[in-house]
Antibody, heavy 124, light 108 residues
Framework: EVQLVESGGGLVQPGGSLRLSCVDSGFTFSSNSMSWVRRAPGKGLEWVANINPDASEKYYVDSVKGRFTISRDNAKNSLYLQMNSLRAEDTAVYYC?????????????????WGQGTTVTVSS | DIQMTQSPSSLSASVGDRVTITCRASQSIDSYLNWYQQKPGKAPKLLIYAASSLQSGVPLRFSGSGSGTDFTLTISSLQPEDFATYYCQQSYSTPLGTFGQGTRLEIK
C-alpha cells in the first residue's frame, strides 16, 4: 500500500524559511506527478504546487510564486517544498498528494493518495 | 483560470437524510470533476472522479452527476461517519488543483 509521510513543519518567524519533505513508501513514485495542498485554519483546501514525474514541469498558485519551490528526488522517493519569505497567511497544514490517472488510458486525473499532513505556523 | 463555486457553504442534516451538494465551474469542464471528503484532523480522501465514478471502497450511498459547468454530489442516506467537509476539484485544465471553497456537512 502506498503511503506518504510528510515532515519538516514547525514554528517559524515571518520572513523565515522551512523545507517540507514527503516520502513515498510505495514503488510508483517516479511515475506520478505530485502535489502540495494546504488548509489554513478555518479555511478550505488550497492547491499550492504540482510537479510532473521528471520535474520538467512545475506549477504554483499565484500567492506562493517566487517564494516556494517544489522539487523531487525520484531515487529517494521524496517530494520537497522549499518555503522562503514566509508570511502569516502561509500558516496551514500542508499535505502532499499523489496525482494519478483515475480512468485507465484517459486524461482523467485525481489526487488519490494523501499524506497525514505537517503543520506550518508562521508567527513572531 | 477556472473557478469552482460550491453551494451551500454549510449544511445541517440528520442521519438518514438525503443530501445534495452543488459545484459550478466558471467554464465548461466536461466531466473533469472530482469530489473529496475531509474529516477533522484527517487528510482529504478522493470520493468520486470523472464526475460520477466512485473511487474504490467508497460506499454506494455516494453518487455524483453532471457535466459541463454544473455538478452535484448526493448522499442518499446520511450515516454518522459522513459528517465532514466536501470539496469539488476540476481536473480539466493544467495544473490539476483548483478546489471549490468546501461544503461543511454538520449534524442537525
Amino acid at each position: 500500500e502506498v503511503q506518504l509521510v510528510e515532515s519538516g513543519g514547525g514554528l517559524v518567524q515571518p520572513g523565515g524559511s522551512l523545507r517540507l519533505s514527503c516520502v513515498d513508501s510505495g514503488f510508483t513514485f517516479s511515475s506520478n506527478s505530485m502535489s502540495w495542498v494546504r488548509r489554513a485554519p478555518g479555511k478550505g483546501l488550497e492547491w499550492v504546487a504540482n510537479i510532473n514525474p521528471d520535474a520538467s514541469e512545475k506549477y504554483y498558485v499565484d500567492s506562493v510564486k517566487g517564494r516556494f519551490t517544489i522539487s523531487r528526488d525520484n531515487a529517494k522517493n521524496s517530494l520537497y517544498l522549499q518555503m522562503n519569505s514566509l508570511r502569516a497567511e502561509d500558516t496551514a497544514v500542508y499535505y502532499c498528494a499523489r496525482i494519478s490517472i483515475v480512468v485507465e488510458s484517459s486524461d482523467y486525473y485525481g489526487m488519490d493518495v494523501w499524506g497525514q499532513g505537517t503543520t506550518v505556523t508562521v508567527s513572531s | 483560470d477556472i473557478q469552482m463555486t460550491q453551494s451551500p457553504s454549510s449544511l445541517s442534516a440528520s442521519v438518514g437524510d438525503r443530501v445534495t451538494i452543488t459545484c459550478r465551474a466558471s467554464q465548461s469542464i466536461d466531466s473533469y470533476l472530482n469530489w473529496y471528503q475531509q474529516k477533522p484532523g484527517k487528510a482529504p480522501k478522493l470520493l468520486i472522479y470523472a464526475a460520477s465514478s466512485l473511487q474504490s471502497g467508497v460506499p454506494l450511498r455516494f453518487s455524483g452527476s453532471g457535466s459541463g459547468t454544473d455538478f452535484t454530489l448526493t448522499i442518499s442516506s446520511l450515516q454518522p461517519e459522513d459528517f465532514a467537509t466536501y470539496y469539488c476539484q476540476q481536473s480539466y485544465s493544467t495544473p490539476l488543483g483548483t478546489f471549490g471553497q468546501g461544503t461543511r456537512l454538520e449534524i442537525k
